[in-house]
C-alpha cells in the first residue's frame, strides 16, 4: 500500500537519500532510455560538518547531565539511559527547524549533513561489531532463546503487516521492525544500506523508536508488577522487548537487582542476533528485487559489513587486546572501539536530524509511531505468552 500523503518536491528534497554510503551496490537497476543531464549546484559541505559537530557537543553535554533521567543511581552503579544519540537527532531537527538561516547557508548545511551521514554509518556498523557477542548465549537457556527469536519473529512481521495497514512507506515499515526486533538505533543504521533506505525512512523509523523505546523504559515496570511477573520473567520480558540496551538495563534493574541482570543478559544475547538478521534481510531484499534489477551476489555483502563481522568475531573470541600503560593504567580496546561506535552514532544522527523537515515529519510521523507502537505491543504479547508458557 502506497502512503496517502503527498509529498512536495522541496519536502522531498530536503531528506536525501541513502544511496553512496557503500561503493558497490548490492544491485544495479538496468538501463532505461536515456535521460537529459542535470547539471547540479556545487555546495561547500563544511558548514554542515560544523553544524553536526556542534549538535553532537550539545547532545553529549545533555547527556551527562548529573539528575535524572539523565544519570540514574542503583545498586549496580550509575547509569545514562537517555544515549547521546537520541539527544543528536532531536537537538539537530530543532536547531534545523528553529535557528534563522540564510537560503545558501541552509542549502550548505543540508549538503554537509548529508556527507556526515553517508561517511559515518558505515564506521558506526563497523565499530559495533566490538559491542557484540556470542558469549553469553549459553548462559541464558534455550528457553530463552526461543523466546528472543518468536519476540523478534513477531516484530518484524508486525511492523511490516501494520506498515501497510497504515500506509507507511516499505522501507520504513522494515526499518521500524528491525529497531523493535533488536537493538533501536544500532540496527536501523546497519539496516538502511541494505535495503537501499533514504533518509526519510531512517528519520521516520528512528524519531517512532526512540519515542516508544523511552515510554517502554518507564512503563515496564509497572506492568510487569501488575501482571505477576517474577524476577527472571520479567527480566526476560524486559530484555526481549525494550528497544535500546541502556533502555533495557535501566528498566531491569527498576524491578530490581535481579532482574536486572536477567534482562542485560537477554538483551546482549538478541542484539547479538543482528548479524544474522543483516544477512538474512540481504539476501531476501536482494532475491525480491531480482525481476527488476541485476543482483551482484559477489557484492551481497557491502565492505564495511566485512569489517562488522570480523569486529564481531574478534570480541566473540576475546581476541581484542586490553592496552597496558607503563603508568599501570589499562584500556579494553573493545571499550574504546565501543565509545567511538557511541560518537560516530551521535554525529550521524545529528547530520539526520538536521536535515529533518519538522513540517514534513508531523505530518507523516504518526502513521510511523502508529506502526512502531503496534509492532511493540506485538511483540510485548508475544514473549509474555511465550515467557508463561515456558517459563
Not at 557537543?57 to 540514574?72: S, W
Not at 536547531?95 to 545558501?104: C, F, I, N, R, Y
Not at 551476489?297 to 597496558?324: D, I, M, T
Request: with cysteine; proline share 5%.
Amino acid at each position: 500500500m502506497q502512503p496517502t500523503l503527498k509529498l512536495s518536491p522541496e519536502a522531498l528534497r530536503s531528506l536525501g537519500s541513502m544511496e553512496g554510503a557503500y561503493a558497490l551496490p548490492i544491485v544495479e537497476k538496468r538501463k532505461g532510455p536515456g535521460r537529459p543531464t542535470v547539471v547540479v549546484e556545487k555546495l561547500n559541505p563544511w558548514p554542515g560538518w560544523a553544524a553536526a559537530a556542534a549538535v553532537t557537543a550539545v547532545a553529549y553535554a545533555i547527556h551527562y547531565l548529573p539528575f535524572a533521567p539523565f544519570r540514574v543511581e542503583g545498586a549496580s552503579g550509575v547509569r545514562r539511559p537517555v544515549s547521546a544519540a537520541i539527544l543528536a537527532i532531536f537537538a539537530g531537527a530543532l536547531a534545523a527547524g528553529v535557528l534563522p538561516l540564510s537560503q545558501k547557508l541552509s542549502k550548505q548545511i543540508l549538503e554537509g549533513a548529508k556527507r556526515v551521514v553517508r561517511r559515518t554509518i558505515p564506521l558506526t556498523i563497523v565499530l559495533t561489531g566490538a559491542t557484540l557477542s556470542f558469549a553469553n548465549a549459553t548462559a541464558v537457556g534455550f528457553r530463552a532463546c526461543a523466546i528472543i527469536v518468536a519476540t523478534m519473529t513477531a516484530a518484524m512481521a508486525s511492523a511490516w503487516i501494520f506498515g501497510k495497514m497504515f500506509g507507511v512507506w516499505p522501507r520504513t515499515a522494515v526499518l521500524i521492525g528491525a529497531g523493535t526486533a533488536i537493538c533501536g538505533n544500532s540496527a536501523i543504521v546497519a539496516v538502511a544500506p541494505l535495503i537501499d533506505a533514504e533518509d526519510r525512512d531512517l528519520m521516520l523509523s528512528m524519531g517512532a523508536i526512540n519515542v516508544l523505546g523511552l515510554v517502554l523504559m518507564f512503563v515496564s515496570p509497572f506492568i510487569g508488577g501488575a501482571i505477576g511477573f517474577d524476577d527472571n520473567g520479567y527480566g526476560v520480558w524486559a530484555g526481549s522487548t525494550i528497544h535500546a540496551v541502556p533502555q533495557a538495563v535501566a528498566a531491569g534493574f527498576a524491578f530490581s537487582e535481579k532482574a536486572g541482570g536477567v534482562a542485560t543478559l537477554v538483551k546482549l544475547v538478541r542484539v547479538a542476533l543482528l548479524a544474522p538478521l543483516l544477512l538474512v534481510l540481504a539476501f531476501g531484499y536482494a532475491r525480491a528485487r531480482k525481476d527488476r534489477v541485476t543482483v551482484h551476489y559477489g557484492r551481497l555483502v557491502p565492505p564495511f559489513l566485512w569489517g562488522f563481522f570480523a569486529l564481531f568475531l574478534l570480541n566473540s573470541l576475546r581476541l581484542l587486546p586490553v592496552l597496558q600503560f607503563s603508568s599501570g593504567y589499562s584500556v579494553n580496546l573493545a571499550d574504546v572501539l565501543a565509545e567511538a561506535g557511541n560518537v560516530s552514532l551521535a554525529l550521524s544522527m545529528a547530520a539526520m536530524g538536521l536535515e529533518i523537515n519538522l513540517r514534513m515529519f508531523v505530518k507523516v510521523g504518526g502513521a510511523a509511531v502508529a506502526v512502531g507502537a503496534a509492532a511493540c505491543v506485538t511483540a510485548c504479547v508475544v514473549s509474555w505468552v511465550m515467557i508463561r508458557a515456558l517459563l
